[in-house]
């Protein structure tokens, strides 16, 4: 069943490279037009716009914004339906395969034998702990969450083990906004794009001082914001969501601001908390209202989610949004040699973004890269045969 599960695994991780890559070959993408189009009406100084491009996002993550321009250049895709159908359709495949996918049960510990080999996860089912055997166990968890809280304490002591981790920091926490509005996509001017709002024209000063900021006066000192507009971009929303739109907006926070209330449940974090929130969601909203003053009466709905959210729903230690910090300096050739899917718990794997780079592209490598490991076979060989299989099968049929 595993062997199954690995090379079901790998299939997986080709198709999803497969469909970032498609996009290069500029064929039925719609959003290739929009990518392409300089950003003249947001950024209108010739040397600002060049300083976004060289820039990126935040200090320190320019090979993080390289990637992730480089797959925005040729337009990004959207699934039909929303984010959840990628689950939805890639689980009865798992199941298909022999595999099993399980919710709501966190793994507590990978279990590691007396001889320091990884053969399972102990899984937390309701009051219950449930062990799960396995010849191979391969982590998404990231590097911190699988070394730090689920390996234990003997095993993430190894020199091997603390060597790596002192290789690698936390990335940037996040901060997001969810407005539901009153209104389709054309009755509120809203479109299918993404649009990165710079309050600042040095990216570097302006993300410094913010992350420099007091908790008091932090808010006021957000220094960018992405927006975007789900609903515009899903063709099957008017028919789910008749008259109404979303738009989400995404900007970097951080962790320690939000640290005092990390021990408090979901939703039941206190006034103070709830205000210190409130600040953020006052400051965002001011800017989207001049981005989108058509919106101002049509708002249903504001959800705010923090640091302490992202560690709650996407299991991110510190509230990062795209793993672990993806400077400059994790690119060195010693840390890309260090830090690879093959741990020194031998049977035990890490996949994902942080054996590559942070972002989808950046999860998609991590996971060929692992696979390629598991199954010691170069699978980006394969890929390429596939491609080369796949092309030659649409010119058979377009003929
Ligand atoms: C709001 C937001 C917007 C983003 N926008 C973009 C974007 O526009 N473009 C882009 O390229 N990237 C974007 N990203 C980043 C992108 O989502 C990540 O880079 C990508 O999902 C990383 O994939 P992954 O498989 O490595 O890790 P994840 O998707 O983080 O998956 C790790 C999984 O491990 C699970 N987990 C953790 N601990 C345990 C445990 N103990 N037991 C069981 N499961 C556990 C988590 O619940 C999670 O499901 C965004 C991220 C966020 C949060």
């Not at 300089?38 to 976004?52: G, S």
Request: glycine fraction near 8%; aromatic fraction near 10%.
């Amino acid at each position: 069943m595993w062997a199954q599960l690995l090379l079901l695994g790998a299939a997986l991780a080709l198709a999803g490279l497969w469909a970032c890559l498609g996009s290069r070959r500029g064929s039925r993408n719609p959003f290739v037009a929009d990518a392409r189009r300089p950003p003249a009406p947001l950024v209108t100084e010739r040397d600002t716009r060049k300083r976004v491009l060289k820039q990126g996002r935040a200090p320190g993550s320019f090979p993080l914004h390289a990637v992730l321009v480089d797959h925005f250049l040729e337009g990004g895709w959207y699934p039909q339906g929303g984010a959840s159908e990628i689950a939805f359709h890639s689980i009865p495949i798992i199941e298909r395969a022999g595999g099993a996918v399980l919710t709501k049960a966190p793994v507590q510990n990978i279990l590691v034998n007396s001889q320091g080999k990884a053969y399972g996860v102990s899984v937390k089912k309701g009051q219950d702990t449930v062990n799960i055997y396995a010849p191979v166990v391969i982590s998404d968890a990231g590097i911190f969450n699988t070394y730090e809280r689920l390996l234990p304490a003997k095993w993430q002591a190894l020199t091997e083990i603390q060597n790596q981790l002192s290789m690698v920091h936390h990335g940037i926490a996040g901060f997001s906004l969810f407005i539901g509005l009153k209104g389709s996509k054309e009755e509120l001017g809203l479109e299918a794009k993404n649009y990165f709002i710079y309050r600042h024209n040095d990216l570097d000063e302006a993300y410094i001082s913010y992350f420099n900021s007091s908790r008091e006066t932090a808010a006021k000192n957000i220094p960018s914001l992405y927006i975007g507009c789900p609903s515009a971009k899903d063709p099957l929303w008017e028919k789910r969501y008749p008259g109404k739109s979303v738009l989400t907006i995404l900007t970097a926070a951080k962790y320690e601001w939000f640290e005092e209330w990390k021990e408090e449940k979901v939703t039941k974090r206190g006034k103070e908390y709830e205000s210190f929130k409130s600040s953020f969601v006052e400051s965002i909203m001011e800017s989207i209202l001049k981005f989108y003053p058509q919106i101002e009466d049509k708002i249903e709905l504001i959800s705010a989610g923090t640091p302490l959210t992202n560690c709650h729903y996407i299991g991110s230690p510190r509230g990062e949004i795209y793993g672990a910090e993806n400077s400059i300096s994790r690119l060195q050739v010693e840390v890309t040699a260090t830090v690879r899917p093959q741990t020194p718990i031998p049977n035990l794997y890490l996949t994902g973004q942080d054996v590559f780079l942070g972002g989808f592209p950046g999860a998609l490598h991590g996971a060929l890269v692992c696979a390629s490991a598991v199954l010691q076979r170069n699978l980006y060989v394969d890929f390429m045969w596939l491609e080369r299989k796949l092309k030659a099968n649409s010119l058979k049929k377009n003929n």
